[in-house]
């Protein structure tokens, strides 16, 4: 590849291929992340960031080796690994004296830090510790949000648009019932974050809808807020913007209702109902006197003839 004028152009037909593919869609690829360690760490942020990518699977790349350095200070190191995995993701985990077991979770736009939230970790349960059966790898879980600092608070709002951001998974048009098993729930109360993390059972109930239970299958996370560098209204909203091509056109005469019936409206000429033919009745006959009279009332008045 060579640059000009701070453009690259390829030079061959694979680096092209390459270039397209990570060019801009219209229909992005799956959001992919990268899980890393600081030059500090613990053993529990190692193991803990082992599990997320266990969770993340198979969006993610888990880089072994610590990386020296400071997202808070200075982000360039995230955005060359960014560029060169094609990440728009990442979680950071840290420990040091002032900020033990920290995570940072964090998003990219445009290979550029978009907003990153710290999370420290007060309370951690491994994978390993809960002895039950696990949902098979790549599963997409469902999301649960509970507590009214997610609805009310704008931090705490960012947080959340971020943690579906990370755990969402692919975007798909259908699933089936059994393969809805995987249920991420975080509750924020007094503060704190708590993840939990839940296998669903389907039991017989004895009839049709089976009865669901919910199996805690690890990790289990308490986390208490930090840190926050969010973007700014007019750069978030730029990241949220999407193409014309993809946005829905708007059909002329069709209105749904609240409960999403779908409505058309049908514009029809006049109709003259006066030749509309019906079921014949006796009742409906008309007597012999008035079509008489409707005959000498449509009639033109006569008009005398004078001779001259």
């Known amino acids: 590849m060579s640059h000009l004028d701070g453009v690259t152009k390829p030079k061959t037909k694979r680096s092209k291929r390459f270039l397209e593919n990570r060019g801009p869609k219209l229909t992005?690829?799956?959001?992919?992340?990268?899980?890393?360690?600081?030059?500090?760490?613990?053993?529990?942020?190692?193991?803990?960031?082992?599990?997320?990518?266990?969770?993340?699977?198979?969006?993610?790349?888990?880089?072994?080796?610590?990386?020296?350095?400071?997202?808070f200070e200075d982000s360039t190191s995230l955005e060359f690994f960014s560029k060169k995995t094609d990440c728009s993701l990442f979680l950071f985990g840290s420990h040091n004296k002032k900020?033990?077991?920290?995570?940072?979770?964090?998003?990219?736009?445009?290979?550029?830090?978009?907003?990153?939230?710290?999370?420290?970790?007060?309370?951690?349960?491994?994978?390993?510790?809960?002895?039950?059966?696990?949902?098979?790898?790549g599963t997409k879980p469902m999301l649960v949000f509970a507590g009214e600092p997610f609805e009310t608070d704008h931090e705490y709002k960012r947080l959340k648009n971020l943690l579906i951001d990370f755990f969402r998974g692919p975007t798909v048009p259908a699933v089936r019932l059994s393969g809805l098993e995987h249920v991420l729930h975080f509750t924020a109360l007094d503060g704190k974050i708590f993840m939990r993390s839940y296998r669903c059972l389907l039991k017989k109930s004895g009839c049709r809808t089976p009865r669901i239970e919910?199996?805690?299958?690890?990790?289990?996370?308490?986390?208490?807020?930090?840190?926050?560098?969010?973007?700014?209204?007019?750069?978030?909203?730029?990241?949220?913007?999407?193409?014309?091509?993809?946005?829905?056109?708007?059909?002329?005469?069709?209105?749904?209702?609240?409960?999403?019936?779908?409505?058309?409206?049908?514009?029809?000429?006049?109709?003259?109902?006066?030749?509309?033919?019906?079921?014949?009745?006796?009742?409906?006959?008309?007597?012999?006197?008035?079509?008489?009279?409707?005959?000498?009332?449509?009639?033109?008045?006569?008009?005398?003839?004078?001779?001259?």
């Open 99 to 137: 900020r033990p077991n920290n995570f940072i979770f964090g998003r990219l736009f445009d290979f550029h830090v978009l907003d990153m939230i710290e999370l420290g970790i007060e309370k951690y349960v491994s994978l390993s510790e809960i002895k039950t059966n696990k949902c098979p790898e």
């Open 28 to 71: 992005e690829d799956v959001k992919s992340a990268m899980i890393m360690k600081g030059g500090n760490t613990s053993q529990m942020v190692t193991q803990a960031l082992k599990d997320i990518y266990s969770l993340k699977k198979p969006n993610a790349v888990l880089y072994k080796k610590k990386n020296i350095t400071r997202p």
């Open 214 to 308: 919910l199996e805690e299958i690890g990790p289990s996370f308490d986390f208490v807020l930090r840190r926050t560098h969010l973007a700014s209204e007019d750069l978030y909203k730029l990241a949220h913007k999407q193409p014309k091509a993809l946005k829905p056109k708007k059909k002329k005469n069709i209105s749904h209702d609240a409960f999403g019936t779908r409505f058309g409206r049908v514009h029809m000429q006049k109709q003259d109902l006066s030749k509309l033919r019906t079921r014949k009745m006796k009742g409906l006959r008309k007597r012999k006197g008035e079509v008489a009279a409707e005959e000498q009332d449509g009639q033109a008045p006569k008009v005398a003839k004078v001779e001259s």
